[in-house]
């Protein structure tokens, strides 16, 4: 086995009970897969097994993906990619209906899971997202206002993904073992969104803003934003004693609606 890298996230899940509960959140057969990071592959064999159409799996370690080139030399269904996930314009898969896996490493989830929530055409290619984050980075997306991990995060992700399950994984469930415990994360894309906001940036942004002071009030974020903002706030019904945690999703998507018409 090779000298497994800390900066990619190289702790690969070993325990069958845990990837056979994974495995069972969607039926396979038939369907097109999308694997992030398939590493040594132990996912990936099982995934085949179930009778898939077809596998897209993509890696950014070159000697993983010599590994599994020579394990998957004669199988059609499977194309595998030697790239970071990062550089990947998730734009351009053809694939339809997919179903997307991911083990994430730490310091690049959050990144990623934002490049599948910003894709230009919506509903996206996928029908589904099932991806494991570290247990800090899954409250962060689970939280709700009033929160203490409430944030950016959890407002970006709510706008476009509806999050249908979630389950804790032990850290010796890993090998090797992580400093931390993990969180199974399951999205489907949502089709009606109540709100339209044409640019996921617009959101980012005012979101950057009202969370770089989150203990102090909403009104000195809202005055950089809007020069007119005490009308915006009575015009949104906007509690300018309010911190960045006490607003609701929708409060945030009213705000950017109202920006992006401004």
Known sequence: MFKLKKSLGQNFLTDKN???????IETLKNQNILEIGPGSGNLTKLIIQKGIKKILAIEKDERFYELLKKEFADNKKIHLDNMDILKKDLNKIDLKNVIVFGNLPYNISTQILVNFINLKKWPPFYKKIIFMF???????????????QYGRLAILV????EII?????????FFPTPAVDSKIIVFTPKINIKYTIRSIKNLEYLTNIFFS????????????IFKNYL????????????????????EYYRLAEYFESN
């Open 18 to 24: 845990i990837i056979n509960k994974i495995l069972s």
């Open 134 to 148: 570290q247990k800090e980075v899954a409250d962060r997306i689970l939280a709700k206002s009033k929160d203490k």
């Open 158 to 161: 709510n706008y476009r993904l």
């Open 165 to 173: 399950e979630s389950f804790n994984i032990s850290k010796n469930c």
């Open 213 to 224: 002071g989150k203990r102090k009030m909403i009104n000195k974020p809202l005055k950089k």
């Open 231 to 250: 009308t915006v706030a009575k015009k949104l019904k906007i509690d300018l004693s309010m911190r960045p945690s006490d607003l609701s999703f929708d």
